[in-house]
């Protein structure tokens, strides 16, 4: 389980759902991060893929994702398409998530002003009428 963070309002843009990705899409709002792995070679794609980039095969089945990983680079983008504009600049970076992943997204909760290799969490980020994904600083859990 990933952990959700309610924004307010509407979303800046929500994706177009595909077949394969609607099921992406509903998990994340139910705070699952998962993608596709191949059941031939084991690789894990992201986004999900109906068939393999490694080995080609069309044997695919659901996976949970790790939510945890690293900043592998970041850049501000200034000159935003027009539905993010309230949310210029938009901080994005390139993320290794611990199971060989790699993806990019928004950097969100500060996570844009953390240094490179500072380990980042996959966040929900959920409004009124959808869900989003970002890559936030690591939540300070208290001890018990
Ligand atoms: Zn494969």
Not at 36 to 55: K, Q, V
Not at 84 to 91: C, Q, T, V
Request: with cysteine; glycine share 8%; hydrophobic share 40%.
């Amino acid at each position: 389980m990933i952990r959700i963070i309610d924004r307010h309002g509407k979303a800046p843009k929500l994706p177009s759902e595909s077949q394969l990705t609607r099921w992406f899409w509903q998990g994340l709002g139910d705070g699952l991060f998962q993608s596709t792995r191949c059941r031939e070679c084991d690789r894990i794609s992201f986004p999900p893929r109906p068939d393999c980039p490694n080995c080609l095969a069309s044997n695919m089945e659901w996976t949970s994702l790790t939510r945890r990983g690293t900043i592998y680079t970041t850049t501000l983008i200034r000159a935003v398409p027009t539905p993010f504009i309230e949310s210029a600049p938009l901080p994005v970076g390139v993320i290794d998530l611990e199971d060989g992943v790699r993806l990019l997204c928004w950097l969100v909760e500060g996570a844009g002003r953390l240094p490179l290799d500072s380990t980042v969490e996959i966040v929900t980020l959920r409004y009124e009428d959808g869900c989003l994904f970002g890559a936030a600083p690591i939540a300070m859990v208290p001890l018990l």
